[in-house]
């Protein structure tokens, strides 16, 4: 009995300490560090950490932050080993051992070195969607699953501070005029057609697209709403990678397209193909307005119907060659063709202010247009043995040819004569661009950047207008419509800045000198016309940010944004294809200064990111395009600089991502805008709202159903105002063979067969509402192909993108430690 006893009285008193024990062992410890370059000991920005069993079982991986931070939890105490890595360093290897005794364990500083050494690398990317920084923010495609199977405008959707409308017209910051960049360079190609190229071209050609609203003053003054910065697939390891694709829709649209890189050695070349067709049904126009200055033609109403198609290709080509690890040579070249054509049909009717009719025609047209882009340029960037310190020389040059083809015939059915007219212009815009950038980090705190830059464009604008002669059966040249241009435009700039780091707080500063001259030689029936003229501006930058602790960013910026009239504003080209319906270009247009201030607040976890940003624009001689009637009825629509302009503007981003089951996003915008002119007596006002909502749900095994919707509309100008519109599409997609193949359909408009565009003008001669009825719903199938072979062995030089030093990037990845 007495040993029963004992035996008892030991097992309650080891019990509590047993169980003490196991819950020791079962208990979660939070781990917690910092990545850093272990060259410079400057963090990595959002580096991936992983946490791996002793026997090398992945358990889990996380993105760290901004300031490379990380938090990653073990499941109990035990032996791991802990790695992290980034695209382009080698993958540490910590070993740690875990008692359990505590529930928080700082490793502290992790290293790891730039460049590849090891033979092979596995990488299952754990990216962030979004990536914060104090002056621009970065959405990684890679790390959004609908990529493979979506065109590159359906993403623009879902990137804050941007928004894409219903007839596709992309809007930064609720501007229509914007700076595009590819891989940090303009591009010609983007400017003069980007709402065409981003519809043909596959979301899986890009890499990542910066969205850049308070651009450094390394970048171009240009471009009133901001930057969008395009970055392309392209590897940097030994051996190859690349991707195919294609989609067809059910309105008979296609892309196809894929993109191939490869290294060996010292020299990687890059190339990216593309080809699509774009197809607009048979759609409706009709029109109701009121002239205020006829009593004969007071009333007119127009009603037409019209279909479309587009094609696309683009080529592009680069190749780096990698001299030793101090010099870069890089050579690269891209071309881009592209034509549309379209017919419709109009009757047109007036009538007096008794409401009896006055005039009526039909006009029956058919247009074609051909666009095209071919670019080249070299560079040559020096590092020198100080970590990122460098000096680079570049020279660009894009050649941006144009043609339009609009023939129409008048058939009179009541007090009109009638017409047969063919309209042809040639039009051509060469840039040349040379420059000089040295960026020279003093030390962690102190770095600054300076560099000079030279701009030619060269545009010239042809018109050959031919009338038919019913009595002779031939065609005649029309010499009264001969509208030419000749335009050289120069651009010197000169600019300096520089950034101060300590701890949590970055301030950055800088200015930008730019000297413009234009010449100009306008060419019409009535004679010659030179004009020139000068401008000098010299544009401040400010931004300043203070890092939060877990990942939390908060920011002011205050800088000033210019806008030069393009060829298509200039272009004295007159399209008199509708006789009622005029319009054209003014060479006398001057650049557009907008000063902006802007207040933003960010912040990111490894699952979730949202996105705050407060902005005001002020505007004295804004771009406006103006319609006037006359007493004939005859509409005339062309640009002038009258418009004085203010914007108050609230943008609000949040995402949210549970592994690969659940990805949220949610982006959106509301302003409100006033734009008044004296000289036309007018003056509009009114909210715009744009915003995003979507989802990725995962309903089984590398299955994928993808859900949004679009809210958009209330766009403001001087004449006019716009309803707000709203827009949805579903789909489903399915990965196979290891991720490498995904095919995915999806309805686009499920809930309505046609969208219905409304618009109304007021000026003080008229007064008019119009609508478009467009047949929009599609069910579109597509397949995605990725391939590659990697033998990383080659250690990496040193180098930066060319043409922002003062802004990081980098992608994670976890690998095989």
């Not at 359906?154 to 992309?170: N, T």
């Not at 006009?363 to 960037?381: A, R, V």
């Not at 272009?571 to 006398?588: F, L």
Request: hydrophobic share 30%; charged share 20%.
């Amino acid at each position: 009995m007495k040993n029963v006893l004992l035996s008892v009285i030991c097992l309650l008193v080891l019990l509590p300490t047993n169980l003490s024990a196991q819950k020791i062992e079962n208990q979660k410890v939070t781990l917690s560090g910092i990545v850093v370059d272990s060259l410079s000991g400057k963090s990595i920005e959002y580096p991936t950490i992983a946490l791996f069993t002793d026997s090398l079982k992945l358990i889990k991986a996380v993105a760290g932050g901004a300031d490379g931070k990380f938090v990653i939890e073990a499941p109990c105490a035990g032996k791991y080993i802990l790695s992290a890595s980034m695209i382009g360093y080698t993958n540490s290897k910590n070993e740690i051992s875990l008692d359990g005794s505590v529930k928080r364990k700082d490793i502290g500083k992790i290293s790891i070195t730039e460049g590849l050494q090891i033979a092979e690398v596995t990488v299952v990317g754990v990216k962030p969607l979004i990536k914060n920084e104090p002056d621009k923010l970065t959405y990684n495609l890679e790390a959004d699953p609908q990529t493979s199977s979506s065109s590159v405008i359906d993403i623009l959707r879902k990137v804050p501070m941007l928004s894409v409308d219903g007839e596709d017209a992309v809007r930064v910051n609720g501007e229509t005029n914007f700076k595009v960049l590819v891989n940090g360079k303009s591009s010609g190609m983007l400017v003069k057609n980007f709402k065409q190229a981003i519809k043909a071209m596959p979301a899986s050609a890009i890499k990542s697209i910066e969205v850049i609203t308070n651009p450094p003053a390394k970048y171009d003054a240009e471009g009133i709403g901001g930057i969008i910065n395009i970055i392309t697939n392209k590897k940097t390891t030994n051996g190859y990678s690349g991707s195919l694709n294609a989609a067809v829709n059910t309105l008979g649209g296609y892309n196809s397209g894929g993109y191939i890189s490869a290294q060996t050695g010292k020299l990687t070349m890059t190339a990216n193909l593309y080809n699509g067709k774009e197809v607009s049904q048979k759609n409706l126009t009709k029109s109701e307005s009121e002239n205020f200055i006829s009593d004969n033609y007071h009333y007119t109403s127009t009603s037409g119907t019209y279909k479309s198609n587009s094609d696309f290709t683009n080529l592009s080509l680069e190749a780096s060659y990698e001299i030793d690890s101090l010099n870069l040579l890089t050579l690269s070249g891209w071309g881009y063709l592209g034509s549309s054509a379209s017919k419709g049909s109009t009757i047109y009717n007036a009538f007096s202010k008794d409401w009896v009719k006055t005039r009526m025609y039909e006009n029956k047209s058919s247009s074609d247009y051909g666009y095209g882009q071919g670019s080249g340029s070299i560079s040559y960037q020096k590092s020198y043995k100080k970590p990122e310190k460098n000096l680079t020389i570049s020279y660009s040059i894009d050649l941006s040819p144009m043609r339009t083809n609009i023939d129409n015939t008048i058939d009179p059915i009541m007090d009109y004569t009638g017409f047969s007219q063919r309209s042809d212009n040639d039009a051509t815009g060469t840039e040349h661009t040379a420059q000089i950038d040295y960026y020279n980090p003093i030390n962690k705190k102190h770095n600054i950047e300076t560099g000079i830059k030279y701009i030619l464009r060269q545009n010239i604008s042809d018109t050959h207008t031919q009338r038919y002669d019913e009595q002779t059966g031939s065609w005649y040249d029309d010499m009264t419509r001969v509208n030419d241009l000749d335009y050289n435009q120069h651009i010197g700039s000169l600019y300096g800045g520089y950034s101060y780091k300590h701890k949590s707080y970055t301030a950055k500063a800088g200015f930008r000198m730019e000297y413009t001259y234009n010449d100009g030689l306008s060419k019409s029936a009535e004679g010659n016309i030179p004009f020139d003229n000068k401008q000098f501006d010299v544009v401040p930058y400010i931004n300043l940010s203070y890092m939060l602790k877990k990942g939390r960013i908060l920011s002011f910026s205050y800088t000033q944004r210019l806008s030069r009239p393009g060829i298509w504003y200039l272009n004295p080209y007159v399209n008199d294809s509708d006789p009622m319906n005029i319009s054209y270009g003014n060479p006398n247009l001057e650049s557009i200064k907008r000063n902006s201030l802007g207040i933003g607040y960010r912040r990111s976890s490894q699952n979730w990111n949202i996105g705050l940003n407060l902005g005001a624009d002020f505007t004295k001689n804004s771009i406006e395009r103006v319609s006037v009637v006359d007493g004939d009825g005859i509409r005339t629509t062309t640009y002038k600089n009258i418009g004085k302009s203010s914007v108050c503007r609230l943008g609000v981003s949040y995402s949210y991502r549970h592994r690969e089951k659940f990805n949220l996003y949610i982006n959106g915008a509301v302003s409100y805008a006033k734009v008044s002119s004296t000289q036309l007596a007018l003056d509009n006002s009114g909210f715009n709202i744009n915003g995003t909502i979507g989802s990725n749900i995962g309903l089984w095994k590398k299955g994928m159903l993808n859900l949004n919707a679009y809210l958009f509309g209330g766009n403001v100008s001087l004449q006019y105002k716009q309803p707000l519109y709203g827009s949805t599409s579903i789909g489903i997609s399915q990965r196979f063979l290891k991720d490498k193949l995904t095919f995915a359909i999806y309805l686009q408009e499920p809930f309505s067969k046609t969208k219905v565009y409304k618009y109304d003008f007021n000026d003080t001669t008229f007064k008019m509402h119009s609508e478009n009825i467009n047949y929009i719903r599609s069910a579109n199938f597509s397949i995605y192909w990725r391939f590659g072979k990697f033998n990383a062995n080659v250690k990496k030089a040193r180098k930066q993108a060319n043409d922002d030093k003062m802004n990081g990037g980098g992608n994670g990845g976890v690998a095989k430690p």
